[in-house]
């Protein structure tokens, strides 16, 4: 008993950290709880394989009248995707043709500037130009 509070005496007054040295269970018990929360509150995570995100798309729409899914592919549609495919950052490239209407969904990396990519889109729209019929109307595109 002698020697419990001899040491005690010897022990600087230690202020917080002396608690823990003085409660050794205590601490123990302590440290066990504060790992079974910390274990249950990471099991809590969520956790996303696939995040929700959104590319940058730019979607190219062409009318042309009269015109059957065969031709819209061949004289609208493959002049345009040969232009689009010259984009950089472009990361995917869609397209549907069907009587009269020519829809291409361009999908460029999360990196690529939207603005910057539908002015390089609308480059390549005007440099298309050439190749596509003369009385094909007024074409437009839209980004998203």
Same mark, same amino acid.
């Given at each position: 008993?002698?020697?419990?509070?001899?040491?005690?005496?010897?022990?600087?007054?230690?202020?917080?950290?002396?608690?823990?040295?003085?409660?050794?269970?205590?601490?123990?018990?302590?440290?066990?709880?504060?790992?079974?929360?910390g274990?249950?509150?990471?099991? +809590?995570?969520?956790?996303? /394989?696939?995040?929700? &995100?959104?590319?940058p798309?730019?979607?190219?729409? *062409? =009318?042309? #009248?009269?015109?059957?899914?065969?031709?819209?592919?061949?004289?609208?549609?493959?002049?345009?995707?040969?232009?689009?495919?010259?984009?950089p950052?472009?990361s995917?490239?869609?397209?549907?043709?069907?009587?009269?209407?020519?829809?291409?969904?361009?999908?460029?990396?999360?990196? +690529?500037?939207?603005?910057? /990519?539908?002015?390089? &889109?609308?480059?390549?729209?005007?440099?298309?130009? *050439? =190749?596509? #019929?003369?009385?094909?109307?007024?074409?437009?595109?839209?980004?998203?």
């Amino acid at each position: 008993m002698q020697r419990l509070r001899d040491k005690k005496r010897k022990m600087p007054n230690g202020g917080p950290s002396k608690l823990f040295i003085l409660r050794p269970v205590a601490t123990s018990l302590l440290m066990i709880g504060l790992l079974l929360v910390g274990a249950v509150a990471y099991l +809590q995570l969520p956790v996303s /394989a696939l995040p929700q &995100v959104d590319y940058p798309t730019i979607q190219v729409v *062409t =009318f042309y #009248p009269g015109a059957g899914p065969e031709v819209m592919a061949s004289s609208v549609t493959a002049p345009m995707e040969r232009q689009f495919g010259q984009v950089p950052g472009l990361s995917q490239m869609t397209s549907t043709s069907s009587f009269g209407a020519s829809v291409i969904t361009l999908q460029f990396t999360l990196e +690529q500037n939207i603005d910057i /990519a539908e002015q390089e &889109v609308q480059a390549a729209i005007n440099a298309a130009a *050439t =190749f596509l #019929p003369r009385d094909l109307p007024i074409r437009r595109s839209t980004a998203r």
